[in-house]
């Protein structure tokens, strides 16, 4: 009797490697889904360019002599980040759960717990800078429009561009806890599973 | 010649990583060098889930030596095991007890990275519902994997594109699995699983969802690739037909074990049967 083996070629032999977690795949896979689902991108990116325009012209608006009208914007803008902050929240919370069964395939192809992880985050922070980037312009655009509409060229004097740099800061920074704080908790989760209960998630 | 091939060929660096000593059971199956041309080893694997108060064992004591470039079929009825078995042997899921060798290294001992390694270069997967990843091409699929393993993009893209020729996609490309037909989709898993040049090919149930003729095609897909690469492959399968081309089969009962037989002795077995 033959084993069937006798009649194949024989592989080498080889050793145990390791992979490791390459940055430029974790950015380009993060890219790429962001591009694919450009919808959803879109949407979000606008999500948070609104919160992040109104933070920002609320900041270089001209300072309110009436603390009551004051107390009225500062309750608008809570309840606009409080808004847009839910909306993204739910927005990226479904789209890793979406995702589960893709992130169980990609791990049986090689893809580390922290390439799963990364690809996320990157993908969550690149949302939440463009969007709250685009915010930024279109705020500051609005606030120097209406100035200048409202005070003609004496508009510089009146808006607060003073500390400029830290109010983009924040404004960027906003938009970048936004989504990444929605993204980190489904995507650390998805990258912990083991593949298979991945996949068995979602159907 | 030939015994000197042999001879250059016995691992001695590789005899000394396994831990225990399974080539005393592995040579039950084979004659010879049983050690280097072993390719998946379980010894006494259990694997048992835990719903609330039960506890379901799934797999109940699984002992298989696989040697490399077998084609191994494993049938049984639903929920004896199978595709938990696959898992298990695929470095998907921990068994509660046991060891599972591959290529006489303990699975169990790999840490992450050497784990991805494992799953990325040396097993290749099919599943029962491809699991092709949907935003991106069949040939992004199959690039996905050579670029874990580090091979450069442009390579990546010509060793896709070769490799979905082979399995009869040349002109699908860019397509989206959306775009395709299921068993289209399967042949982009198999091309993806066999990216990397894998020594081990786990297809769990790969036809189930496929009509008859495509699901013949899609196994004589995976035996020639078997045949031209000597990879191992281990495919479970409800159909009988399927067994024609396997070196043995395994039928597996209640996680257990209930046979394991070489084709020729199966044919006898399934003649006579078809008498009764
Ligand atoms: N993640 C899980 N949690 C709980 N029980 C599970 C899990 N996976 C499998 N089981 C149980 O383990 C047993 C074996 O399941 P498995 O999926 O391995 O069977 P199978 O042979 O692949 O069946 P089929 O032919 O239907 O695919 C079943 O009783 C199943 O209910
Ligand atoms: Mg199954």
């Not at chain 2, 072993?38 to 108060?53: C, I, K, N, P, S």
Request: hydrophobic share 50%; proline share 4%.
């Amino acid at each position: 009797m033959k084993a069937p083996l006798e009649t194949h070629p024989k592989p080498e032999a080889w050793q145990i490697g390791r992979l490791r977690l390459r940055p430029r795949l974790v950015f380009a896979m993060a890219v790429n889904s962001l591009r694919l689902r450009i919808s959803r991108t879109l949407l979000t990116v606008l999500t948070i360019a609104t919160a992040s325009a109104f933070l920002i012209f609320l900041l270089t608006l001209p300072a309110q002599a009436d603390p009551a009208e004051r107390e009225g914007w500062l309750l608008m803008l809570g309840l606009c980040l409080l808004v847009s902050m839910a909306g993204v929240l739910n927005t990226m919370l479904m789209s890793i759960t979406q995702r589960y069964r893709e992130i169980g395939t990609i791990k049986c192809l090689g893809a580390l717990d922290g390439f799963v992880l990364g690809s996320v985050m990157v993908e969550a922070a690149l949302l939440g800078l463009v969007g709250a980037g685009l915010g930024l312009l279109a705020g500051t655009l609005l606030a120097l429009g209406l100035g200048v509409a409202e005070f003609g060229g004496a508009a510089f004097a009146h808006l607060r561009f003073d500390g400029f740099a830290w109010k983009a800061g924040l404004a960027l920074l906003t938009g970048l806890l936004l989504t990444t704080l929605g993204a980190a908790l489904p995507a650390w989760i998805a990258s912990k599973m083991p593949p298979m209960e991945a996949m068995r998630g979602e159907k | 010649m030939d015994r000197f091939e042999n001879a250059a060929d016995g691992g001695d660096a590789r005899r000394e990583m396994s831990p225990s000593d399974p080539a005393a059971s592995a040579a039950v199956f084979l004659e010879g060098d049983a050690r280097a041309d072993t390719t998946v080893m379980t010894r006494e694997v259990v694997m048992e889930y835990r719903m609330g108060m039960a506890v379901i064992r799934a797999l109940d004591g699984i002992d298989l030596t696989i040697p490399t470039g077998e084609y191994l079929s494993i049938m049984g009825p639903s929920g004896s095991g199978k595709t938990t078995l696959f898992n298990v042997i695929g470095g998907l899921a921990k068994p509660t007890a046991g060891s599972v060798f591959i290529d006489e290294i303990d699975v169990a001992q790999l840490d992450a990275g050497e784990l991805a390694w494992l799953r990325c270069r040396k097993i290749g997967y099919i599943f029962q519902s491809y699991n092709i990843v949907k935003v991106m091409t069949a040939l992004e699929n199959v690039t996905l994997p050579m670029l874990f393993a580090g091979v450069p993009p442009d390579e990546a893209r010509d060793r896709g594109a070769d490799i979905l020729r082979r399995v009869g996609l040349a002109d699908r490309l860019l397509h989206t699995p959306r775009e395709l037909s299921g068993g289209q989709q399967q042949r982009v898993a198999i091309a993806r699983a066999f990216a990397n040049r894998p020594a081990i090919i786990l297809a769990d149930e790969p036809t189930a969802n496929l009509d008859l003729r495509t699901g013949e095609e899609i196994i004589h897909l995976m035996k020639e690739m078997n045949r031209e690469q000597g990879v191992t492959v281990i495919c479970s399968t409800h159909d009988h037909k399927m067994l024609d081309i396997s070196d043995r089969i395994v039928w597996m009962k209640d996680g257990r074990i209930d046979k394991l037989a070489r084709r020729e002795d199966v044919a006898i077995e399934v003649s006579h049967m078809a008498e009764k």
